[in-house]
């Protein structure tokens, strides 16, 4: 194979990825010879990303390790940073936080070495992520402003999308609905600045929570709506569930709750199949005030303690403690109940 060839394969499979096409990535690269796609750190790199974002975590993770082996041989300290990032966002996805974090700051410091803006951005972008999870919303900003600057300073549009994504959910949790919109449809533009379908659709399904919580119920299920078309048309099944859980969320908010518990019910599964524990925890916690309101208190008090224990294993203390609160008030209520029949 000449090199002209190999490097528009390279390129190509670049820009599937810049753009969210993380299947078309996959079906490129699966029918190439394996040893190609291994010789090349970058490819290697690439492919796991793909395999990691459609669901594909134990396959992502080898491509990954591939990327890093080559890059280390080859003494390309840029991508082994980058790929350390990537290690590092796989294990969030697993649900090993703690071992995320030593990827993360691994990667960081050798993308500072570097100057490398766009990683340095990346990896700041998932210990806010990681902050934000753990409920620490002030140190999650602080991460996020560091990411945004990395990313202006690259001329990132997909990056800054995603950070303004992350801002919208952070500012979401903490009350200030005027700055999680603003927030959300910056994310959105600046998605459509870079072209990447998936980021698209991950700000439409984040925009549609912050409606959700602005009371904007409609509105907010035409934007989910908007978000599973996109992931309808790349064939992301992993995103797709993660705006179904969104779109349960909506048909509760419309109290249409038979509705709302099978889409719930419908995503829980997938995130088992999947293997995405934050997700897990996100359904069963979304889906058991549903099934409380349907009188179906034994199933609605199971599946909050099944939720609880991801968020507690995910160090999501603040979810935890409300799931606390929610499965007090549903046990004291059942005890009222058998109280009151004697």
């Known amino acids: 194979m000449n090199i002209e060839h190999s490097l528009a394969i390279l390129n190509q499979a670049r820009n ?3 753009t969210g ?3 078309e990535v996959i079906e490129l690269l699966g029918t190439r ?6 010789r090349s750190p970058t490819l290697a790199l690439v492919y796991g990303i793909a395999y990691g974002r ?16 080559r890059s280390r041989q080859r003494g390309d300290r840029t991508i082994e940073a980058r790929a350390l990032n990537v290690r590092g966002a796989l294990e969030i996805e697993a649900g090993c936080v703690d071992d995320a974090v030593g990827f993360i700051n691994e990667a ?12 340095v951005g990346r990896c700041s972008n998932n210990l806010g992520t990681i902050a934000a999870l753990r409920g620490d919303y002030g140190r999650a900003i602080g991460a996020y402003t560091m990411a945004l600057a990395s990313f202006q300073r690259a001329g990132l549009h997909q990056g800054i999308g995603e950070i303004q994504h992350n801002l919208a959910f952070t500012y979401r949790e903490q009350g200030d609905l ?16 870079s072209g990447d379908l998936t980021l698209e659709a991950l700000a439409r399904g984040g925009r549609a929570e912050v409606l959700l919580a602005c009371g904007e119920v409609e509105v907010a299920r035409r934007e989910v709506e908007r978000a599973l078309g996109i992931r309808e048309e ?9 705006d179904l859980r969104v779109l349960g969320r909506v048909e509760e908010a419309s109290q249409r709750l038979e509705e709302a518990a099978q889409i719930l019910r419908g995503v829980l599964r997938r995130a088992e199949e999947y293997g995405r524990p934050l997700l897990m925890a996100q359904a069963g916690r979304d889906l058991a005030p549903v099934l409380d309101q349907l009188g179906e208190r034994k199933a609605a008090l199971e599946i909050a303690c099944v ?4 968020f507690r294993s995910l160090g999501a203390e603040v979810q935890a403690k409300w799931l606390d609160g929610f499965i007090s008030t549903v046990r004291s209520r059942g005890r009222r109940r058998r109280e009151d029949s004697l």
């Not at 790349?234 to 993660?242: K, R």
Request: hydrophobic content about 35%; overall charge negative; glycine content about 12%.
């Open 108 to 119: 960081l410091a050798k993308a500072k070495l570097e100057g490398d803006h766009s990683t």
């Open 54 to 69: 459609r669901g594909h975590r134990g396959e992502g993770r080898h491509w990954v390790e591939v990327a890093l082996t």
């Open 33 to 38: 010879r394996v040893s190609e796609v291994e």
């Open 234 to 242: 790349l064939g992301d099944v992993v995103g797709q569930a993660e």
């Open 178 to 193: 005027e700055s999680a919109l603003q927030a959300a449809d910056r994310a959105i533009e600046e998605a459509q600045a």
């Open 307 to 310: 939720a609880r224990g991801h």
């Open 21 to 23: 096409r993380h299947g």
């Open 16 to 18: 599937l990825s810049d």
